[in-house]
């Protein structure tokens, strides 16, 4: 072979692995916590969907801990990623966060939790909490009629912008509700637990609420599935499950088993599968020369009932 065509070959299969080498993205996900369910799914969905688009990915779990978050993204930085996907512990740390990413020029998507719109972000995906919540106000005042409300709220954290966010909109759904069908409302909030997004915490507060309130609870709204189960556990334990009526967040099979044996009323969808592939969707769009996205990039809204549970779930899910 001619020395000079050989030459030609090699240098252009040294530029072509050069090439290959500069297109691989690397991602690192900044999990709050693998406490739970869901947050497992975040994180295994996460590498899963990155894996088929061939990215490499780095994962970490900050157990709870906003500090050791701040000390995730600090060490994934130094390792080189191109881009951060961020479950933002505290919506402030995530600020600080974020413009530690920024100034790395490592570009920042938030994943399921909110951050304030001063954060550098290219967007923010997540289920739409609020549409979610008025549309699951409103099933409860189907359920409910005209009859009173009596409420206890069980919450994930205090401070948290997503559960803010879920409460806010499920008062605003029964309220519009029952004054567009009987010209008046009549929901009461009895008392709010704080249940910190797991199953154990919704059973305690649960259990606290019982004795705080006792039989004025007709109705039980939560922020999240996990600690729905809780709660629904503390319920059967009192004998009161049959008492109440039970609304939720997020979409777990788990809360969908429980909707099918009546013991659930409703849960919103808050699909890790359909979050992580969105996010990895924004990644890829990113890198191809998008500038311009919307601050929130939602999922599509979804209210799981014993109407159309079948529809929606899977026993083979991760989540």
């Known amino acids: 072979m001619n020395k000079l065509l050989l030459c030609t070959i090699v240098v252009s299969a040294f530029s072509t692995g050069l090439a290959n080498a500069e297109d691989k993205i690397k991602i690192g996900f900044a999990n ?14 996460m590498q899963k969907h990155a894996k088929e688009k061939g990215y490499e990915i780095i994962t970490t779990d900050a157990r709870g801990d906003l500090n050791k978050q701040i000390s995730d ?41 909110d951050i304030p719109l001063s954060a550098p ?6 289920a739409d909490n609020g549409k979610n919540n008025v549309l699951m106000g409103e099933y409860a005042v189907d359920l409910f009629g005209k009859n009173p409300m009596n409420c206890v709220f069980i919450s994930g954290n205090q401070g948290n912008l997503v559960g803010e966010a879920r409460r806010a909109n499920f008062v605003r759904g029964v309220m519009e509700a029952q004054l567009r069908k009987y010209n008046q409302t009549n929901l009461t909030v009895l008392s709010q637990g704080w249940g910190n997004w797991d199953q154990q915490g919704g059973l305690k507060a649960m259990e606290d609420l019982l004795v705080a309130q006792g039989d004025k609870i007709n109705c039980v709204y939560t922020e999240s599935d996990e600690m729905v189960l809780g709660a629904v556990l ?50 890829a769009k990113h890198k191809a020369g998008q500038t311009e996205f919307p601050d929130y990039s939602y999922i599509t809204p979804v209210v799981i009932n014993k109407d159309n549970v079948k529809k929606y779930y899977d026993e083979k899910a991760l989540y």
């Open 32 to 45: 709050r916590t693998l406490n739970g369910a869901f947050f497992n799914g975040l994180d295994q969905y």
């Open 234 to 283: 503390s319920l059967k334990a009192a004998n009161k499950l049959d008492n109440v009526k039970i609304f939720s967040n997020d979409g777990y099979k788990k809360a969908l088993e429980a909707i099918s044996r009546g013991e659930l009323q409703a849960t919103s969808s808050n699909n890790p599968d359909t979050l992580t592939s969105a996010v990895i969707d924004v990644i």
């Open 121 to 126: 972000v290219i967007t923010r995906v997540q």
């Open 73 to 113: 993204v600090e060490d994934m930085l130094s390792q080189g990623i191109n881009y951060l996907v961020l479950n933002p512990q505290d919506p402030e740390a995530g600020i600080r966060i974020t413009n530690m990413a920024k100034n790395k020029g490592i570009p920042t998507i938030i994943l399921d939790s």
